[in-house]
């Protein structure tokens, strides 16, 4: 199938640039995910790939081959947009019959393929329906189903979901998911929903204001994020974060003091954390211990999700940390409450915001 | 209707689109009255309501010139016209609306400008280029200015029908392996095809109505309906029931068609007014 590369890859609009140079290896099959803010360059970046924007400096290259400047149709791409773009005036058939037709393939052949993905699809009893008949899924149905039927080296999907509603977009996510396995074919996908990223990705991008800030498979980046950026837009809810100043360092640990005076020593690299030092302590709320000697504080907000529970506990200093428990926990609203932030679950950034190295990788990515 | 008004307030916006109607159709209707009087008749005063229908009138235009002459032309200026005038607009608010650049908004402003001008600011130009040309008294001369006066309004239609239509549409025609020519011809023109024909029937009004140019470019060869009238005011003195019989003969077929396409009209006139 296809692999695509980005060298450098830039784009300028009105004398702002908007990509500053992303460089980035889509292996063959892979589901690569570009998630990021609105505003970040990740729909602009698939638009470079697709063609559909030009790209101002850097190669991209399809299967070794330098596509700048070819037209978006002979990269041999197939995109799902955002508001589907399925032609009004054109019956399901039609809509995906439209791109084989200007391809030249005969019309028996088209036939066979377009009856062959509208089955997987579950389209048959639709295909002399026109787009304003069908309901949202099944609108997108047919904007995958024209993407497929052209039989693409890559798949490209523009933010495809957002326009359906939550149940429905577990659905397709599921349904995207195994036509993803059953396709085989390289798909780079667009949203800033962390969630789809998070469940279909082989390989999540991270992108803030035209940089890659992380390039990771999704639970290297939960686990062990870069930077201050991914750690707070991955997971949800979000990693808690608390300042914190660095009492001793060494390469093995730093130990740094807490708002509340006592001390904590996190096992990452400290080399160039000299005493002093200020730094940002992240823990993700699953991590935070209840009930357990550490910081104390009241509980403010009680969120309870069934299988879990959301605690918002002020700390003594004013600052709110979220801690996530089982459903069944109970901390009563007001009460007081202890929480202790295990060692070996604690991120810490720099004033750079760039990670300090832990020593320990998560036992799934070991 | 989200907002139920008070019977009276409907009763009363009825009673007040009925007056302006009146008020405004009552000159069309007074000239197609005043051409079946005598002439007599037709100078009367107090004006006569009720009067004894004659035909004398039209009798005595179709005698004096060929009217089937004058519409002949009329229809090929509009027809004309209005196919050149939207071969070249297509492709101009294609562009203006799908690849914009910096300068599509002043260019758009300054192609309308061009209808602020008074068009007799022009006339001795247009008239010598005309001349020099020997498009003087030719259809193709008349079709040729009337077409260049409507394009900017023509473009400007078509600018506003296009950009209607979402741009992801033609992305998605793109990707398809559209050429730009198939893009705009197999998923723009089905798209916005009634914005297009709201904009053909103005321009076919705007051309056949259309007077200044008509009675200074053209004398008999071309000489559309504009010139059928204005052939009908005399210096010996004005006949009024032939003039009025000239005139509503020169306006009864745009009238007719105006009539059958007026709901196309409105609807095109108003797009993107109440999205």
């Known amino acids: 199938m296809a692999t695509v590369e980005l060298r450098d890859i830039r784009k300028t609009y ?71 773009a399925l032609y009004p005036h054109m019956d399901v058939y039609k809509n995906m019959e439209f791109g084989l037709k200007l391809a030249g393939m005969p019309a028996s052949e088209r036939s066979a393929k377009i ?75 667009v949203t800033h929903d962390q969630v789809e990223a998070m469940t279909m990705a082989d390989k999540i991008v991270v992108l803030q204001g035209g ?114 428990s089982d459903g069944a926990a109970d901390h009563p609203l007001d009460s007081g409450v202890s929480v202790g932030l295990p060692p070996r679950h604690c991120h810490l950034f720099g004033a750079d915001g760039l990670a300090l190295a832990a020593h320990a990788r998560h036992p799934l990515l070991a | 209707m989200a907002i139920k008004r008070p019977k009276s307030h409907t009763f009363a916006i009825g009673l007040l689109g009925w007056a302006i109607a009146c008020w405004v159709f009552f000159p069309i209707a007074w000239m197609a ?64 609306a799908f690849i914009p650049s910096q300068r599509t908004r002043g260019t758009l402003l300054w192609m309308l400008s061009t209808r602020m001008l008074p068009p007799v600011g022009v006339l001795v130009p247009i008239y010598l280029l005309a001349r020099n040309t020997h498009l003087l008294d030719t259809l193709t001369g008349l079709g040729i200015v009337d077409m260049l006066t409507n394009l900017p309004i023509i473009v400007w239609m078509l600018f506003t029908f296009f950009r209607e239509v979402p741009a992801p549409i033609l992305e998605a025609g793109r990707m398809d392996g559209a050429s730009r020519w198939q893009e705009m011809t197999l998923v723009l023109l089905p798209l916005a095809l009634p914005g297009i024909a709201s904009t053909a029937l103005l321009s076919i009004i705007l051309c056949w109505n259309e007077s200044f140019w008509s009675l200074n470019l053209t004398s008999s060869q071309a000489a559309p309906l504009a010139a059928f009238i204005a052939s009908f005011s005399s210096p010996e003195g004005l006949f009024f029931g032939k003039l009025s019989a000239a005139s509503t003969l020169a306006v009864a077929p745009i009238l007719v068609f105006g009539w059958f396409s007026q709901k196309q009209l409105v609807r095109g006139l108003t797009f993107g007014a109440v999205k």
């Open chain 1, 115 to 189: 009856r062959d993905v509208a089955r997987i699809l579950q389209l048959e009893p639709y295909l002399h329906h026109k787009p304003g008949q069908l309901s949202g899924g099944q609108r997108q149905r047919v904007a995958i189903g024209r993407a497929i039927v052209r039989n693409p080296k890559v798949f490209l999907f523009d933010e495809p979901l957002s326009n359906l509603d939550a149940a429905l977009r577990g659905q397709m996510r599921v349904e995207l998911a195994t036509l993803h396995r059953r396709l085989n074919a390289t798909t780079i996908y």
């Open chain 2, 33 to 96: 009255l005043t051409s079946f009087k005598t002439e007599v008749d037709a100078i009367a005063t107090p004006p006569q309501f009720i009067f004894r229908p004659s035909l004398a009138s039209y009798h005595e235009v179709f005698a004096r010139a060929n009217y089937w002459h004058f519409t002949l032309n009329t229809v090929a200026i509009s027809l004309g016209a209005t196919i050149v005038a939207l071969a070249l607009s297509v492709p101009a608010a294609y562009a203006m």
């Open chain 1, 211 to 324: 940089v890659v800030e992380q390039v990771g498979s999704p639970l290297e980046l939960y686990h062990h994020p870069r930077n201050l950026f991914v750690a707070k837009f991955i997971g949800s809810p979000p990693m808690n974060f608390i300042p914190v100043v660095v009492e001793t360092s060494s390469t093995e640990s730093v130990t740094v003091r807490l708002p509340d005076e006592t001390f904590l020593d996190v096992p990452v690299d400290g080399s160039n954390t000299p005493a002093g030092t200020a730094l940002t302590l992240g823990i993700r709320p699953e991590h935070v211990a209840l009930d357990e000697p550490g910081l104390a504080g009241q509980v403010e907000i009680v969120e309870r999700l069934g299988a879990a529970t959301l605690f918002h506990i002020r700390l003594r200093d004013g600052q709110l940390l979220v801690a996530q």
């Open chain 1, 14 to 84: 009105l004398k702002d640039e908007i990509i500053k140079g992303v460089s980035l290896t889509i292996e063959d099959r892979e589901f690569v995910v570009f998630v990021g803010p609105s505003g970040c360059g990740k729909s602009t970046l698939l638009r470079m790939i697709a063609g559909l924007e030009d790209i101002t400096a850097g190669d991209l290259l399809i299967d070794g081959r330098r596509v700048n400047d070819v037209e978006p149709a002979k990269r041999g791409l197939a995109m799902v947009f955002q508001s589907y």
